[in-house]
């Protein structure tokens, strides 16, 4: 079995800084795209940082420039630097993960979720 579990949301005022980190354990034999998504209140789940195993990163409009997502391989663990926070950012935040697992199965995980809210 393999499990993504997501940690470091909570509450921050406007303009302030979150590091949300995912930790994927388990049965895994390697790691290749890993992604952040976010999924607010009556909205549908987008993309907001993806990464490749090589590093390559992509991002949505409406965080470049304040987020920045990053991943240690050795410690399969995945980041998302959250900075200049507005109230538009609140949401429900996942963590996924393609990855092989030791019998050699490709699959997409996902974490639990970690809430983020921006508000003061």
């Known amino acids: 079995q393999v499990q993504l579990v997501e940690s470091g949301g909570g509450l921050v005022q406007p303009g302030g800084s979150l590091r949300l980190s995912c930790a994927a354990s388990?049965?895994?034999?390697?790691?290749?795209?890993m992604g952040w998504y976010r999924q607010a209140p009556g909205k549908q789940r987008e993309l907001v940082a993806a990464?490749?195993?090589?590093?390559?990163?992509n991002y949505a409009d409406s965080v470049k420039g304040r987020f920045t997502i990053s991943r240690d391989n050795g410690k399969n663990t995945m980041y998302l630097q959250m900075n200049s926070l507005n109230p538009e950012d609140t949401a429900v935040y996942y963590c996924?993960?393609?990855?092989?697992?030791?019998?050699?199965?490709?699959?997409?995980?996902w974490g639990q979720g970690t809430q983020v809210t921006v508000s003061s």
């Open positions: 996924n993960a393609d990855l092989v697992d030791t019998i050699r199965r490709s699959l997409r995980y």
């Open positions: 388990g049965s895994i034999f390697s790691i290749n795209a």
């Open positions: 990464i490749t195993s090589g590093g390559s990163t």
